[in-house]
């Protein structure tokens, strides 16, 4: 079996939240491990606040976990990062306006990081930056461009640009395309299509969009409230959900096809993360519960390389019926 | 390799580079006339100092141009004179604290804790303290200073007073803007990028943090000489015989009745100083905000 490129384990990642006097802890992330391979896409999706980007943070570097590790090649990484360990994992970020620099150009963005990390000689840098800017898809004149002459889809592309410039062995991209209109949407997805048969690229892919991570995903991590709940290549997960979360999910998504399974849209929100139900964190929305829910921790439940952590994981036929017995449900679809 | 220059400008604020709109370059127009003026004036016209009891508080002549004061000192050399002593007391009172303020509130922004504390409470002490006192307290020693620099006799006590309290506006801006930059993605960026501390402080925070520092320091610029006027009105600014339009204005308001012009015509230098500075402050914001 070959090395991970990335190993994440047992990462918790904790926020104090001080209300008046209150002091307490919000578990942003609580207890993920996930692996990826070399030159694979990993699709993390979940609702808003479910710890995802906490997640692509602490991947990054960017935010210390309270505990746990994230390896790269094998290699566990310290929490401060030397410059070289920093370099190998870069991030897109979702708002292609805010990740620029609207004082620098283009240029100046791609060649501080070509300097920084002495990539290529002075002589080179304009050549080596166009040629980037060209590789995702941007005229090389976008070198003498600043931010706001470019539009929301040509920023993201210098953003990508930027990620690559430093050649690193893993790229982090949260909400990268959430925030661009839906034909933008396509053409980045594309972009990250092209990137990683020509780069071999592996990338984590954080989105809320199902249809984006079916799009370009080879496997993918469903998180619920700082937990992953399913992982699984996109095929298995998609035609064979096993967490009723998932399947609501799946549901919940706008699609021209049928999904294979149909589950009642979920309602509420998600509970805070400052207080975390007990026994499995889903069993206050979800339509199977039963009593052990509410009192243990759901285990991996395994189908080969497909998982899913529910004490109900693939009674599918259960949820449907659960479903239209389930109060809620009857509520929403009389 | 790129020249030190060009290095220098990319550091520079946008602002300083931009060009300015109509009213802003209405504003430079009038701000240009004054600095002509601050600086070739004083070779053009007649001893400012010189008095002539004989011909005091003549009308406006052909010999006269604004008449003559009290003293019987030349009123038109006067007021040019004192636009060089209020142009440069007006930028170094921008300057000074300027620099300070921006070195103080960057370190609070950006360290936060204990610095941001100290910082921002000392912030509070001075603002909480009335200045006039410090202006009495030194007006005693204007009287007895000499040159220091680029500052005239006796100005460097008021100088002093004018650092130790401007700073404060400048530290709480730049604190502010600092602030708000920080949380930026570009900034996790240059950090992701494997960027060092300083060159993330003067690269990508400090030059989108400055800007609206600029604009009210331009605007400084007026308010400075503003106060130094006021503080001259009342007697604790720059000491006499050398001309400054607050102080002007101080001698002639008991001849208001009769020579008017007395008071007019300084009162005329501020506030077309005070409106040059506000338009070219007004345009400024205008284009960055674009």
């Given at each position: 079996m070959t090395t991970p490129r990335l190993s994440v384990k047992d990462l918790h990642v904790q926020f104090p939240v001080r209300s008046g006097h209150r002091k307490q802890t919000l578990r942003a992330v609580d207890g993920v491990s996930v692996d990826l391979k070399p030159s694979e896409i990993l699709g993390i999706v979940g609702e808003s606040g479910c710890g995802k980007s906490t997640l692509a943070r602490v991947i990054a570097g960017l935010t210390e976990p309270a505990h746990g590790s994230v390896e790269l090649d094998g290699r566990p990484l310290p929490p401060r990062r030397t410059v070289q360990e920093q370099r190998a994992i870069q991030m897109v970020f979702q708002d292609p306006g805010a990740s620029l620099?609207?004082?620098?150009t283009v240029g100046a963005v791609l060649t501080e990081l070509l300097h920084r990390h002495g990539i290529v000689d002075r002589a080179r840098e304009r050549e080596r930056a166009e040629d980037l800017l060209r590789r995702v898809g941007l005229p090389a004149r976008a070198y003498d461009a600043r931010p706001r002459q470019l539009s929301g889809g040509q920023r993201q592309r210098v953003g990508i640009a930027r990620a690559l410039a430093v050649e690193p062995r893993l790229i982090v991209a949260d909400e990268a395309v959430a925030a661009l209109d839906v034909s933008v949407q396509a053409a980045i997805l594309n972009l990250f299509a092209d990137l990683r048969v020509s780069l071999a690229l592996s990338m984590v892919f954080i989105s809320h969009d199902l249809s984006a991570v079916q799009a370009i995903c080879d496997r993918v991590a469903v998180m619920y409230l700082g937990k992953i709940v399913e992982v699984g290549s996109v095929d298995e997960l998609f035609s064979a959900p096993g967490h009723p979360y998932t399947r609501a999910l799946l549901a919940a998504s706008p699609s021209l096809e049928e999904t294979a399974a149909v589950a009642p849209p979920l309602t509420g929100e998600p509970p805070s993360p400052l207080r975390v139900p007990n026994g499995c964190r889903f069993h206050p929305r979800c339509?199977?519960?039963?009593?052990k829910c509410h009192i243990a921790e759901p285990q991996w439940e395994m189908q080969g390389e497909h998982r899913t952590a529910c004490h109900r994981a693939w009674e599918v036929d259960d949820v449907t019926a659960a479903g239209a017995r389930h109060p809620r449900g009857i509520a929403l679809n009389p | 390799m790129r020249s030190y220059a060009g290095r220098l400008g990319s550091l520079l604020p946008r602002a300083t580079r931009l060009k300015l709109d109509r009213k802003g370059k209405f504003g430079a127009a009038i701000l240009g006339a004054y600095v002509l003026v601050a600086f070739v004036g004083l070779y053009l016209v007649r001893d400012p100092v010189q008095q002539d009891l004989v011909h005091r508080l003549a009308g406006p002549s052909w010999h006269h141009w604004l008449g003559t004061d009290s003293l019987g000192r030349d009123m038109f050399s006067r007021l040019i004179a004192a636009t060089r002593t209020d142009l440069r007391f007006g930028f170094l009172a921008m300057l000074i604290p300027l620099a300070i303020g921006t070195v103080l509130g960057a370190v609070a922004g950006y360290l936060g804790g204990i610095a941001d504390s100290v910082i921002m409470r000392l912030a509070d002490l001075v603002q909480s303290f009335p200045v006039i006192l410090l202006f009495l307290g030194v007006a005693a020693a204007a009287g007895t200073t000499d040159s220091f620099l680029l500052l005239g006799p006796g100005e460097l006590p008021i100088m002093i007073v004018f650092a130790l309290v401007g700073w404060v506006v400048y530290a709480r801006l730049i604190r502010s803007e600092i602030l708000r930059v920080r949380n930026m993605d570009y900034i996790d960026a240059a950090r992701g990028g494997g960027l060092s501390t300083p060159r993330i402080i003067v690269r990508h925070i400090l030059p989108n943090a400055i800007p609206q520092t600029v604009v009210y320091a331009v605007v400084d610029v007026g308010l400075a000489v503003l106060s130094l006027a006021s503080i001259s009105y009342l007697g604790?600014?720059?000491?006499?015989?050398n001309p400054e339009w607050g102080a002007m204005i101080n001698d002639g308001q008991i001849y208001l009745a009769q020579q008017w012009w007395l008071v007019v015509a300084p009162g005329i230098a501020i506030a077309g100083l005070g409106i040059a500075l506000a338009l070219i402050g007004d345009g400024l914001d205008d284009e960055m905000r674009r």
């Amino acid at each position: 079996m070959t090395t991970p490129r990335l190993s994440v384990k047992d990462l918790h990642v904790q926020f104090p939240v001080r209300s008046g006097h209150r002091k307490q802890t919000l578990r942003a992330v609580d207890g993920v491990s996930v692996d990826l391979k070399p030159s694979e896409i990993l699709g993390i999706v979940g609702e808003s606040g479910c710890g995802k980007s906490t997640l692509a943070r602490v991947i990054a570097g960017l935010t210390e976990p309270a505990h746990g590790s994230v390896e790269l090649d094998g290699r566990p990484l310290p929490p401060r990062r030397t410059v070289q360990e920093q370099r190998a994992i870069q991030m897109v970020f979702q708002d292609p306006g805010a990740s620029l620099n609207p004082r620098l150009t283009v240029g100046a963005v791609l060649t501080e990081l070509l300097h920084r990390h002495g990539i290529v000689d002075r002589a080179r840098e304009r050549e080596r930056a166009e040629d980037l800017l060209r590789r995702v898809g941007l005229p090389a004149r976008a070198y003498d461009a600043r931010p706001r002459q470019l539009s929301g889809g040509q920023r993201q592309r210098v953003g990508i640009a930027r990620a690559l410039a430093v050649e690193p062995r893993l790229i982090v991209a949260d909400e990268a395309v959430a925030a661009l209109d839906v034909s933008v949407q396509a053409a980045i997805l594309n972009l990250f299509a092209d990137l990683r048969v020509s780069l071999a690229l592996s990338m984590v892919f954080i989105s809320h969009d199902l249809s984006a991570v079916q799009a370009i995903c080879d496997r993918v991590a469903v998180m619920y409230l700082g937990k992953i709940v399913e992982v699984g290549s996109v095929d298995e997960l998609f035609s064979a959900p096993g967490h009723p979360y998932t399947r609501a999910l799946l549901a919940a998504s706008p699609s021209l096809e049928e999904t294979a399974a149909v589950a009642p849209p979920l309602t509420g929100e998600p509970p805070s993360p400052l207080r975390v139900p007990n026994g499995c964190r889903f069993h206050p929305r979800c339509p199977l519960a039963v009593e052990k829910c509410h009192i243990a921790e759901p285990q991996w439940e395994m189908q080969g390389e497909h998982r899913t952590a529910c004490h109900r994981a693939w009674e599918v036929d259960d949820v449907t019926a659960a479903g239209a017995r389930h109060p809620r449900g009857i509520a929403l679809n009389p | 390799m790129r020249s030190y220059a060009g290095r220098l400008g990319s550091l520079l604020p946008r602002a300083t580079r931009l060009k300015l709109d109509r009213k802003g370059k209405f504003g430079a127009a009038i701000l240009g006339a004054y600095v002509l003026v601050a600086f070739v004036g004083l070779y053009l016209v007649r001893d400012p100092v010189q008095q002539d009891l004989v011909h005091r508080l003549a009308g406006p002549s052909w010999h006269h141009w604004l008449g003559t004061d009290s003293l019987g000192r030349d009123m038109f050399s006067r007021l040019i004179a004192a636009t060089r002593t209020d142009l440069r007391f007006g930028f170094l009172a921008m300057l000074i604290p300027l620099a300070i303020g921006t070195v103080l509130g960057a370190v609070a922004g950006y360290l936060g804790g204990i610095a941001d504390s100290v910082i921002m409470r000392l912030a509070d002490l001075v603002q909480s303290f009335p200045v006039i006192l410090l202006f009495l307290g030194v007006a005693a020693a204007a009287g007895t200073t000499d040159s220091f620099l680029l500052l005239g006799p006796g100005e460097l006590p008021i100088m002093i007073v004018f650092a130790l309290v401007g700073w404060v506006v400048y530290a709480r801006l730049i604190r502010s803007e600092i602030l708000r930059v920080r949380n930026m993605d570009y900034i996790d960026a240059a950090r992701g990028g494997g960027l060092s501390t300083p060159r993330i402080i003067v690269r990508h925070i400090l030059p989108n943090a400055i800007p609206q520092t600029v604009v009210y320091a331009v605007v400084d610029v007026g308010l400075a000489v503003l106060s130094l006027a006021s503080i001259s009105y009342l007697g604790l600014g720059i000491p006499a015989p050398n001309p400054e339009w607050g102080a002007m204005i101080n001698d002639g308001q008991i001849y208001l009745a009769q020579q008017w012009w007395l008071v007019v015509a300084p009162g005329i230098a501020i506030a077309g100083l005070g409106i040059a500075l506000a338009l070219i402050g007004d345009g400024l914001d205008d284009e960055m905000r674009r």
